[in-house]
């Protein structure tokens, strides 16, 4: 069983950054592809990027591209997401995924999600 846990959300002005946290327990994280999620009040869970095993191949939605940058540090059992240039649109609960398969960018894909940790952009 693979238990995640993200850290770092918070209030931030529009334009500011932050960066997000998911420390990874119970599995090698150089065993799982990665995710990042989010959803906001009233509206889908949408991907917002993903990354392979070995961190070599990363995908972004078009909504955050250029703007957010994920990485993992297998050694540390930890996962990032660099979030840069923030928008008012960008308020959600981010939550992070992991994946026996293919890093793939809808929920289908993961097996393992964490409690999720609230990002909000004001303006």
């Known amino acids: 069983q693979v238990q995640l846990v993200e850290s770092g959300g918070g209030l931030v002005q529009a334009g500011g950054s932050l960066t997000l946290s998911c420390a990874a327990s119970g599995r090698t994280l150089s065993s799982l592809a990665m995710g990042w999620f989010r959803q906001a009040p009233g509206k889908d869970r949408e991907s917002v990027a993903g990354i392979t095993r070995s961190g070599g191949s990363t995908y972004y939605a078009d909504s955050v591209k250029g703007r957010f940058t994920i990485s993992r540090d297998n050694a540390k059992n930890t996962v990032y997401l660099q979030m840069n240039s923030l928008k008012l649109e960008d308020t959600a609960v981010y939550r992070c995924?992991?994946?026996?398969?293919?890093?793939?960018?809808?929920?289908?894909?993961?097996?393992?999600w964490g409690q999720g940790t609230q990002v909000t952009v004001s303006s």
């Open positions: 995924a992991a994946s026996e398969g293919y890093y793939g960018n809808t929920v289908y894909s993961y097996d393992y």
